[in-house]
């Protein structure tokens, strides 16, 4: 039999871990990359010719990147390697990707999709206006171009990377408005047990936290979102919110960063026709999976923040397990102990995930109380009272059906920043849970595909 | 359970069964309307938006005619606007053949008002500059234009709410049942609905309960290709599409007021209707990045930003199947509309009203009697 064609989508964690346990079973897996680089967006790396050491990069980080950008190094003669190359779509074994406004089907016999995780976003009225980023967007900026999103940043939202980015922007020289947390300080508390099977992650934590306080930024927890003051003409210029008493603040700013935890991107998983399943405990849908990433469908698998976000440090041991997953499945003799070390790690990860997202819960509630004026969709400009007319007005509890007579969701992000919200407001004017408003369909391309592509002919 | 009865029960929430249901309410009869999903959720929810007459056959032409005279007024009649856009229409070739056509086409339909003009290259790009180099020839129809699938037939269905249609959706239907002098519908959750008359408006679905009552029909599923592209300034104006000598090639495409480029052809795929889901071939969207340049070469510069599909029903001679039963008195059928059914819908609507409310129709639709296919019966039996 032909050797096994195997694609890995991304180049972080999560594939990069997955190459390498492929490889070193003999297999040349494929491995397509929508970065210039790889390092996936949590290790990017910087544009030949920038100089930063690691340690400045990526900070306590800085030995893990290393290791991981030194792997892939050593990967390269060993496997194809696809970089600056969006995976649009998957139709019938195959692989479409685009390279340089070419398009090609790669088939193939399996398929490890390790296509990471962007911001999770909460809507506020203002948020259309320049100079509001998503928190990955604020780090990009900073990672790849050493540029922060402006003079004066508010971080609004909640998750870890609210106060990572804020301590990466203050160590770059940027000025710190203030940290604006929606969670309440008392969740942490009660997350700690589960959180401390990461010790050392926690510490990290805590110390960034330290730090910020040190560095006279204002940190703020239990805080509620109410506007982002500004204008078409000059974007940002400011932001209004309640403090965990309920009173309310301006804070003078020219940026903000938002994001409340990461989603994962799952739009080639759907396209894979890949089941999902609705998660209770953070109100999304996410690709039902079993032991090792393996999806209902055979022969494709997951790992990463892809598939659910866990963070970098599960990202790797989540594709190596993938790794292990499809060589079990091609008949192949894999290590027991390997396989239950890396699945006690994950185990581990897990429990720490569970932690974080009790210790900053997505804010389903900020979707309910939306004014009526503000833009739920940026895409399409669509407003909050808009989406709640086609609810209450047509009957469309169901969160295709909005989009069809809405818009919400069917522009350029096709609802990857717009769904969750969207669909919480969906689930309060219908005043039906959540997980009934079903999950917007994904279609292909999974980014914008530029008309000036033509199809390869070999 | 007890049973819901009225005048008239359609099978099917389209925009052929929405249409039926609003007007057969205007004259009167009482109507119960049952579709499996919701209004307007399948061909009638995600087709190009065409609202046209020009390349119809001839024989249709008076039904297309009709059914333009309600779009004139939809938004009066239905109560909401579906953006309907009435910018003109081209059709644009590449060869002394694909004119040929077109112009025989203009003569045969000349008597049916669609003011048709035939315009050689050079006056085309004078009239419209963003067009190809390589086109050599075209038709315009001035009157011709489009309106958004996604709201049509839900507004329609909205409207026949209002005059008093009972509309239930979400409603899965088992069989429909020939029950004495009337009909049976039975749903799975075990409601039964009755009435004098059944019609069936079932798209692509429509020959599954025509064959229960002995009439097989030769209709199979297809999905439909169709893409967007970002919004842009409104620019083209007409609906505009291009001749091809294989059908696979062609490509056509609409500007919405808001900017967006919709566009379709590159072919159709097999659609799977028990699975009800229909998908898009990347091949079939590669196939349209190729050939719409041709027609306007700044597509070069758009993205593609959505694609998808739907599940229509096509016949094997193209025409749909409309009028009555050929074996079973009170029964009707108007489905199979063979991607070409959002234009005629609210006319077919209006035209089954009056077929059943008075017993006959002042719009020629004999070409379409489900007759036709006797012999597929007779073979089958």
Known sequence: MAEPRVIIVGAGPAGVR??????????????????RRDGGQIYRRQPANFTRPYA???????????????????????????????????????????????????????????????????PVKGWHYAGTYSMGASQIALKAQACAIGRQVVFMGTGPLLYLVASQYVKAGATVAAVLDTSPFMRRVAALPKLLARPAVLFNGLALVAGLKRAGVKVLTGITPIEIKGSPESGVQGVVFHDARGNTHTL?????????????????????????????????WLPQVGEDGRTSVPGVY????????????????????????????????????????????????????????????????????????????????????????????????????????????????????????GAEVIAHAAGVPVEQVGRLRGQAPVKPLSMAVREETE | MSALAADVIIVGGGIMGASSAFF????????????????????????????????????????????????LKFKELFGEDAELLLNGQMRVGFTPEHEERMAKYAQEAKDFGLGMQMMGGKALRERFPWLGPEITSGCYAPYEGHANPRLAAPIIGRAAVREGAQVFENTEIVNVEKDGEGFRVNAAD??????????????????????????????????????????????????????????????????????????????????????????????RTMIKLKN??????????????????????????????????????????????????????????????????????????EPYHIRRFTNLAANAA
């Open chain 2, 292 to 365: 719409a340049p041709r027609v306007m070469p700044a597509f070069k510069h758009l993205h593609i930003i959505r694609v998808w599909s739907g599940i229509e029903g096509y016949m094997d001679d193209s025409r749909p199947i409309m009028g009555p039963s050929a074996r079973v008195p009170g029964l009707y059928y108007a489905f199979g509309f063979s991607g070409e059914g959002f234009q005629l819908g609210p006319g077919v609507g209006e035209v089954m009203a009056e077929l059943i409310h008075t017993g006959m129709t002042t719009t020629p639709i």
């Open chain 1, 56 to 122: 400045k990069l990526y900070g306590t980080e800085a030995h893990r990147a290393q290791a991981l950008h030194e792997t892939f190094d050593a990967l390269r003669s060993r496997l194809d390697y696809l970089p600056n190359t969006l995976a649009w779509n998957i139709s019938d074994h195959k692989l479409h990707v685009v390279h340089e406004e070419r398009s090609r089907a790669l088939p193939y016999d399996a398929l490890v999709i390790c296509s990471g995780a962007t911001d999770r976003l909460m």
């Open chain 1, 252 to 284: 003078e700013c020219d940026a903000v960063a938002m994001g409340y935890h990461l989603r994962p991107e799952t739009q080639l998983a759907d396209l894979a026709r890949c089941a999902f399943r609705f998660d209770q405990e953070t109100r999304q």
């Open chain 2, 190 to 283: 075990g409601r039964t609905f009755r009435a004098p008359v059944a019609l069936i408006t079932a798209g692509a679905w429509g020959n599954l309960i025509s064959t229960s009552f002995g009439e097989p029909v030769p209709m199979i599923a297809k999905a439909p290709q169709m893409c967007v592209t970002e919004p842009v300034p409104y620019a083209i104006g007409p609906t505009t599409g291009a001749l091809s000598d294989d059908p696979d090639q062609g490509v056509y495409f609409r500007q919405v007021a808001r900017g967006n480029i919709v566009i379709g052809g590159g072919g159709r795929e097999l659609a799977d209707i028990e699975n009800r889901r229909a998908y898009v071939n990347p091949r």
């Open chain 2, 24 to 71: 057969l309410r205007k004259r009167g009869m009482s109507v119960i309307l049952l579709e499996r999903g919701l209004i307007g959720q399948q061909a009638s929810g995600v087709n190009f938006g065409n609202v046209r007459r020009m390349g119809r056959p001839v024989e249709q032409l008076p039904l297309s005619n009709r059914s333009r005279e309600i779009w």
């Open chain 1, 302 to 421: 997951l790992a990463g923040d892809g598939m659910r976000v866990l963070g970098a440090d599960a990202a790797e041991v989540g594709g190596q397990l993938a790794a292990l997953a499809l060589l079990t499945d091609l008949g192949r003799k894999v290590p027991e102990g390997e396989l239950k070390g890396l699945r006690a790690q994950q185990a581990q990860m897990e429990r720490f995930r569970q932690g974080l997202a009790q210790a900053f819960p997505w804010p389903a509630q900020q979707a309910a109380q939306l004014p009526d004026d503000a833009i739920v969709c940026r895409c399409e400009a669509i407003t909050a009272g808009e989406l709640r007319r086609v609810v209450c007005d047509m009957g469309a509890q169901e969160a295709n059906r909005a989009k069809a007579l809405s818009r919400v969701g069917m522009g350029r992000c096709q609802g990857r920043y717009c769904g969750h919200a």
């Open chain 1, 18 to 35: 997955c190459a390498e346990t492929l490889v070193s079973a003999g297999l040349r897996p494929t491995v397509v990359d929508e970065n």
